[in-house]
T-cell receptor, first 114, second 113 residues
């Protein structure tokens, strides 16, 4: 079974640009969550989608947005990039939203903002 | 306000010895806890979990202990192996059906041969 696939793996952008990251969950998984990892900050929750609906949103500015398609694939978009947006963006999927169900993570997209 | 804290950014242990990674939490509503392991250039992978109705869960070389009164959990790795060198994240969740996992900042474990 293929794992969670995130594209691209690496991205370099300049301040003010916008970026779109893609995530394909494990087949059959309907929940997709996004996390931001920065050095020394751990994994900070961005948002969660289930059946094309945003179920939860973390404490990030409105420049961060996402969506989920009918095939459960998800995209996240960051507009007007800032230097502080440089981070590893991780996508995770799970079959359902049952709270004890573990998440399966992709390898992430490393975003560098210059 | 950080609800899940891993106060040791790094830990070095000799091969064959015990590794103990600690995690504290502040939200008394948390009732399910997980540990994830992350290698460089890879996403985190699930390692072991524990429900608040238990105080210990064991899986091979890995054991997680939960002390609810102290709001503290620890991950024991015995014996430690060089392949265990990774960043370990503690995470917690609430059985409300609508809250995401809350992660700590992680502890980098180095197992020295």
């Amino acid at each position: 079974k293929a794992g969670v696939t995130q594209t691209p793996r690496y991205l370099i952008k300049t301040r003010g640009q916008q970026v779109t990251l893609s995530c394909s969950p494990i087949s059959g998984h309907r929940s997709v969550s996004w996390y931001q990892q920065t050095p020394g900050q751990g994994l900070q929750f961005l948002f969660e989608y289930f059946s094309e609906t945003q179920r939860n949103k973390g404490n990030f500015p409105g420049r961060f947005s996402g969506r989920q398609f009918s095939n459960s694939r998800s995209e996240m978009n960051v507009s007007t990039l800032e230097l502080g947006d440089s981070a590893l963006y991780l996508c995770a999927s799970s079959r359902t939203r049952t709270y004890q169900e573990k998440l399966f993570f992709g390898s992430g997209t490393q975003l560098s903002v210059l | 306000d950080q609800q899940v804290k891993q106060n040791s950014p790094s830990l070095s242990v000799q091969e064959g010895r015990i590794s103990i990674l600690n995690c504290d939490y502040t939200n008394s509503m948390f009732d399910y806890f997980l540990w994830y392991k992350k290698y460089p250039a890879e996403g985190p992978t699930f390692l072991i979990s524990i429900s608040s109705i238990k105080d210990k869960n064991e899986d091979g070389r890995f054991t997680v202990f939960l002390n609810k009164s102290a709001k503290h959990l620890s991950l024991h790795i015995v014996p430690s192996q060089p392949g265990d060198s990774a960043v370990y994240f503690c995470a917690a969740s609430v059985n409300s059906g609508n809250t995401p996992l809350v992660f700590g900042k992680g502890t980098r474990l180095s197992v020295i041969a």
